[in-house]
């Protein structure tokens, strides 16, 4: 143990060691050298505290991170960093490891920690207590070589940047005794001429009569500043943007000037004035010629001795066509290779030699690119079109063509649907309104590559309908897509139009060799797709997606209104056919029975009951007719229906119909079904039918029903047949007719609700007459099946 006299002499050569030195990592070697020799300690650490923890600084010696005392001091300050440490005495911390020694963690204040081990039996206690003074010390170092560093490097950082600034630049301080520039950038001394070392007299940032001459004192009132001014420059007087900003100094109120160059933006203010007022008739145009018209006649006004032209892209012919012209005739050729790499891929270009040869004495020219529409070309005679104020007046010019081109494009497209959905609301049917429809849309909205495709549930496919002339010329005999094919059946399925920019890279294409590069597909709610392509990639803009999505949208709503329409018109025709019909005849039969029991009193008993026979057959004829009604007036009408309690329905109408009736059963899968809600009534009418054309027919023999049910993919099956004589061909002509005139005098009217509740049901339908009747109707499923 030390005496009182080597302690102090200990600590005191350590302190002498301790002193800030040229870099941080130093002052903190030297002091943790000075520690561990004048401590006999085997290893040490000097930690800084960071936001993460604690980073090693220095290490002596520097090979000795596998000491086992330092590492087990190591892992003892991570513990302590990472814990609770509120409410503790924390240092000293010490440890030991067995056999080896101790080390101790001592507290560098507001800095980080200094890690010491000792082999054998420790330090002395007396000693620990005495290096508090001495670790203090050397945090104070190690924080004021750290803050040195750092405003060093930031003194050359912000060295770097003030000299990097290309706009005038000066650091001053406004004082009582006036106002002094510390520095100056380059630009600042190009500008303004190089300020004195120090200037004493006032710095005035405006210097021209008639400004606001005292800006320096609005300076001191410690608020950034934001203010055109004017100031004489080394080459007469300029307009500039003053930005000062005050910082806090010790001596005085400084601020960092910058002043921003805005003497060609005055003047090209002014020339933007002259400019919105040419331009601000390219808003007022109504259609893309108009605004072709006013684009050139603007461009060349603006832009002096130039002339200008405008050449639109044609879907129809995938090429560059002449639109518009400020001179007599068109000068550039459409068929340049510069104009069309311009239009694909939109970018300004300069004309090319060879165009300019042929185009008489224009010595420079440019291609623009108005966004997909076309290209706006400017050339001028005897002057170049080189300069930046040219170039920003003809790119903004082609931009602004682009927004008022989309404004007419989209005012033209919702007149020109409307006139397309007018031409399908007044047509007799689906059918009758495709082609019309596709006859016009290509000159109406600019889709000349555009196909209609039908939903066919029956095949769950989506068969063509038809498609524009360009369409047939390109593309040939258009593809059925089955369930699950391709884009077209994907976005059938989702509801949502879409743009594909590349087709044949799409991974659910259907033709990897189709012509076509580029789709807007749109679906027709449950009806089918519309779909418009071209023979370009990316071809499809934002408002080509947006016009087909309301082209469709306004189809859809014209096909439900047409199928309304129809499908009343047929209910009333049909309702018209069989009441006139069978009251007509009943009534007739009726009237002769009643005739034949006031001659005949012999047979009066058998009249009386064909009378009554013939009277439930009106009353049924009546009920039949309302159930026509309300199955088409809730045609959209569809809910989850549980099949077995609707074929249990549809029997016990028939037994109390017909008691003596047989039917058989065989419900060996049923389930909830998506049908509508009138569908027991058309299990009741496939009863009926056999009812009729077997069982009551005395050749036949046949006396019995049969009921059964299966599962299939994705779906149930119901099953009624007979082995009676089938039904007649006559009536089974509905099925494909639909029209009132299927229904001979009335017969098969069953099998027109039959044919009209499985439609709107969205499930198939067979009819097999071969040997007996067998219906056969396929429902999709939605819930989980039960055995019965």
Known sequence: MPDRQQQIQILYEISLAIEPRETLIETATTALSAYLQKLNCSVGGVYQATDDGYDLLARRPASGERDELLVAGVQRLHQWADADQSGQNRFPIS?????????????????????????????????????????????????????????????????????????????????????????????????????????????????????????????????????????????????????????????????????????????????????????????????????????????????????????????????????????????????????????????IQSIDKNVLDQARDITSGMAVPIKGHGVLVIGREESDLSSETDRQFIELLATLSTVAHNRARQTDSLEKIQELTETAVTSEDREAMVDPILRRLPEAL???????????????????????????????????????????????????TRVVGDVNTHPEVYNESSPINSEVIAPLGDFGLLVAGSVRSQEFSAIDHSIIATLSSSLETAIQLVDNRNEIDLLDQVIGRVLRHNIRNDLNVIKGYAQAIRDDTDETSQFVANI????????????????????????????????ETAVNDAVKRLHNRSPQTEIRLNLSMTGNVVAHPKLSDAIYHMLSNSLEHAINDPQTGADYIQIRTTTADDGTILEISDDGPGIPQGELDILTKHGETALEHGSGVGLWLIDRITQYSGATIDFDTESGTTIQVCFQSTGASSST
């Not at 101790?104 to 890690?115: A, D, K, N, R, T």
């Not at 203010?269 to 002259?274: C, D």
């Not at 009546?622 to 989850?640: F, G, K, S």
């Open 95 to 347: 440890g030991s490891v067995e056999q080896t020694g101790e080390y101790y963690l001592f507290e560098l204040p507001g800095f980080g920690i200094l890690l010491l081990a000792q082999r054998g039996e420790g330090l002395d206690r007396s000693i620990i207590s005495s290096l508090n003074p001495l670790n203090e010390k050397l945090a104070t170092s190690c924080k004021t070589i750290d803050s040195q560093n750092k405003l060093r490097e930031e003194r050359n950082r912000f060295q770097a940047v003030f000299s990097a600034i290309q706009e005038p630049v000066a650091n001053i301080t406004i004082t009582d005794d006036g106002t002094t520039i510390h520095r100056t950038n380059e630009s600042f001394a190009n500008t303004f001429g190089s300020p004195v070392e120090r200037q004493v007299d006032r710095f005035e940032p405006v210097q021209t009569a008639g400004e606001d001459s005292n800006l320096a004192n609005k300076l001191t009132s410690g608020e950034p500043i934001v203010k055109e001014v004017r100031r004489e420059t080394l080459h007469g007087t300029g307009d500039f943007l003053l930005r000062a900003v005050p910082v806090s100094a010790e001596d005085g109120n400084e601020y960092f000037l910058m002043y921003i160059d805005i003497t060609s933006e005055k003047n090209r203010q002014r020339e933007l004035q002259s400019f919105y007022q040419e331009v601000t008739a390219l808003f007022e145009c109504e259609d893309r010629s108009s605004v072709c018209n006013q684009t050139v006649k603007t461009a060349a006004k603006v832009v002096d001795q130039a002339v200008a032209e405008i050449h639109l892209y044609d879907r129809a012919a995938n090429d560059l066509t002449p639109a518009a012209t400020s001179e007599d005739t068109i000068i550039f050729d459409s068929n340049s290779t510069t104009l069309w790499e311009t239009y694909t891929g939109d970018r």
């Open 446 to 496: 600019d889709f000349p590559l555009t196909g209609i495709w039908e939903y066919n549930p029956a095949r769950e496919q989506l068969d063509p309908l038809g498609q524009t002339d360009t369409a047939e010329r390109i593309i040939g005999t258009p593809p059925s897509f089955e369930k699950g094919e391709g884009i077209a059946w994907e976005t059938f399925k989702n509801g949502n």
């Open 612 to 643: 009554i026979a013939k009277c439930e057959s009106l009353e049924r004829t009546a009920n039949t007719a309302r159930t026509m009604r309300d199955v088409v007036e809730t045609r959209n009408d569809t809910q989850i229906i549980d099949l």
